[in-house]
């Protein structure tokens, strides 16, 4: 049977009135479009409700479903240990999502983690859930390190497992919006924070989850947002489909945001497989990208390329000249995926006997030999961008105001222990940032006696 309907939902415990304590009464909306999503389940009947949340176990490489037939939870660590709630889990659809991801090759399951106790960003909309409708069984979900569209797809083979059974379900995305609204609030504020918001519920009133997959993720980290990927999750799961989609609430008196929106299915629509239009647009700027590149970032990708199809190094092209050829310097080989790093090694000074060699062997080693993430495979080239950092020499510096995050990179140094952070990156906006993130990959402790130098980069995009 189908997915019926799909909801996205906040979850501040101040809302429970035992734990808010009149104070609830400040996002009344909130609470009233709530109550509306939680008569509409009532009347739904769903016999499985699907919870996605960004509280739960959380893993960088893996989908974590929570195990066991059981799980319970309360309010204890809000001051309401009174309020507590029991559910139980529909294995038997979480075993079909199981084999669906092992058939499809994504990393998702029961495995790890063990605990039982239900998390807030669960047990606040089930208290509102409950007070109508107990029913159900449950299957908690949590979010991963893996990329937005890998969620949209992880979503999209849920739907799948739900449509092989024999099941009403109804899907709950919990997951609040930007937490920085209001210089008085518990975050603070950022320009990125209303802007964030006033984006995401337009996209939830329009049914729009393509602009749900293409937020910029420097963009969403300083809007400090919670539920997105909780809510591209859920959008996969209605892949295809035509929804009867309302906003019921927004608001964020405290400074972090809360929306309240339904999505009823209504039926199917072809032009809605919003992961085949993204890797389609993906793929026009790729080409556009190759079209347009310089000989650097070329070389970067062609030795790449070759090394995983062919399984050895590539001769530098005879084409190559200048700099290429006749000098030497430090090269750092930078590879995304969807926007998302996906592999960046380099030489702080020179190894090899030209800059070509230097990015060829560099580039090879990012796309294979960076211990953070998996070799990338022949299936993925088509899906990467690169750029190369030729590193400039560098000077010894003071201190930190001698450091300008957009010019220079810094390299800090304490014994025989060295790091290095590239310039201008994504949110790293301060010279305090830039060196802390250095040491951490050094393993230099700020207290230690270390040294500092710039130096200033050649980008080639």
């Known amino acids: 049977m189908p997915l019926i309907a799909t909801f996205i939902v906040p979850h501040p415990p101040l809302i429970v009135p035992e734990i808010g304590k009149g104070d609830q009464n400040k996002i009344q909306k909130t609470i009233d479009a709530y109550q509306k999503i939680s008569t509409q389940i009532a009347q739904l009947k769903p016999d499985t409700i699907i919870l996605s949340t960004p509280h739960s176990v959380l893993y960088s490489d893996y989908f974590h479903i929570s195990p066991h037939e059981t799980a319970e939870g309360n309010f204890k660590m809000f001051g309401a240990p009174q309020v507590k709630m029991n559910v139980n889990y529909d294995t038997d659809l979480i075993d079909l999502i199981i084999k669906n991801a092992n058939e499809e090759g994504i990393a998702a399951g029961t495995l790890g983690q063990k605990e039982k106790t239900l998390d807030h960003g669960s047990m606040v909309p089930l208290y509102f859930i409950n007070q109508l409708y107990q029913d159900y069984q449950l299957i908690r979900l949590s979010l991963s390190g893996f990329s937005p569209i890998a969620h949209y797809k992880f979503g999209k083979l849920i739907d799948k497992a739900i449509e092989k059974s024999n099941k009403r379900v109804v899907w709950v995305a919990s997951g609040d919006l930007s937490h920085k609204l209001k210089k008085n609030g518990p975050y603070g504020l950022s320009e990125e924070g209303p802007i964030f918001d006033k984006q995401v519920t337009q996209a939830m009133s329009q049914a729009n989850f393509m602009k749900f997959l293409t937020f910029d993720e420097s963009f969403c980290e300083k809007a400090a947002e919670c539920g997105l990927r909780s809510f591209i999750m859920m959008a996969g799961a209605l892949d295809g489909k035509k929804v009867d989609a309302q906003l019921l609430s927004y608001e964020g008196p405290f400074g972090v945001g809360y929306a309240v929106a339904s999505f009823l299915v209504t039926g199917f629509d072809e032009t809605k497989h919003f992961d085949l239009i993204y890797e389609q647009e993906e793929a026009k700027k790729i080409e556009m990208l190759k079209k347009n590149e310089d000989p650097y970032v070329k070389l970067a990708r062609m030795s790449l390329e070759y090394y995983i199809i062919n399984h050895h190094y590539m001769t530098p092209p005879d084409y190559l000249e200048g700099e290429l050829k006749d000098q030497k310097a430090g090269v750092f080989v930078s590879i995304k995926k969807h926007g998302r790093l996906r592999g960046c090694i380099g030489t702080i000074s020179a190894t090899k006997s030209c800059i070509a060699d230097e990015i060829i062997y560099n580039a090879i080693s990012a796309g294979t030999q960076d211990y953070r993430f998996d070799p990338i495979q022949e299936n993925e080239l088509t899906k990467l961008t ?22 220079y990179g810094v390299i800090v140094r304490f014994g025989q222990k060295s790091g290095l952070l590239l310039p201008n990156l994504e949110g790293v906006d301060t010279p305090e940032q830039q060196v802390n993130i250095a040491l951490r990959k050094s393993g ?8 500092m130098e710039r130096f200033e980069v050649v980008r080639h995009y």
């Open 386 to 407: 690169y750029s190369v950092d030729v590193l400039r020499k560098a000077e010894p510096i003071k201190s930190m105001s001698e450091l300008d995050t957009k010019r």
């Open 444 to 451: 230099i402790r700020d207290d230690q006696p270390y040294r």
